[in-house]
């Protein structure tokens, strides 16, 4: 979580600055940058401290040099200066999330332990999305839950329909009937 508040520092210039097309070049060059902290080796060369700061803001520089971008050398270098190369990772998925939220596209799932048609999961994003009046894409994903839950993590939307709740409220409906 402290992670995230501290990207969200470095994020808003960069969408007041940048526009969108930059703004999305710029997420998926730290998102391939994300996949280098993934390997162990580049990971023990970030975290020694055998290897000065100006080695690691280099080899990340190296890694961007292609994208040929001022304002991407600045980020890193900036990165750099704090000491906080390693949160490039949580500042590429703070990125595209702040990404998303300015477009209104999130990305979503659904759980269920039956198979979901596509059409029904195209359905169920169409009229999630007309509720919350933006896009969403939903993919889905199998699991053990005894019925449908909907989740939009971005949007904080977590729908659910369980049998056994059902089941549930229906006898409980009877009951209060009698």
């Not at 993590?153 to 089941?167: A, G, W, Y």
Request: some cysteine; proline content about 2%; hydrophobic content about 40%.
């Amino acid at each position: 979580m402290q992670y995230e508040l501290i990207a969200k520092r470095y994020i808003k210039p960069l969408m007041e600055s940048c526009d969108q097309a930059s703004l999305e070049n710029l997420a998926e060059l730290l998102s391939n940058i994300s996949k280098a902290y993934e390997n162990e080796k580049f990971n023990l060369i970030m975290n020694s401290n055998d290897v000065n700061s100006g080695s690691k803001c280099q080899l990340v520089l190296d890694m961007v040099a292609p994208a040929n971008s001022s304002t991407v050398n600045n980020l890193i270098k900036l990165l750099a200066e704090n000491g906080r190369l390693p949160l490039i990772p949580v500042l590429a998925s703070e990125l595209k999330r702040s990404i998303a939220s300015s477009k209104r596209t999130y990305k979503g799932r659904i759980y269920s332990n039956g198979v979901v048609d596509l059409t029904s999961v195209d359905l169920i994003a169409r009229d999630l999305g007309i509720k919350t009046e933006s896009v969403i894409a939903l993919e889905y994903v199998a699991s053990d839950f005894d019925g449908i839950r909907v989740e939009v993590d971005d949007l904080n939307v977590e729908i659910n329909f369980s049998k056994s709740r059902l089941n549930a409220q229906l006898v409980e409906h009877i009951l209060k009937a009698i």
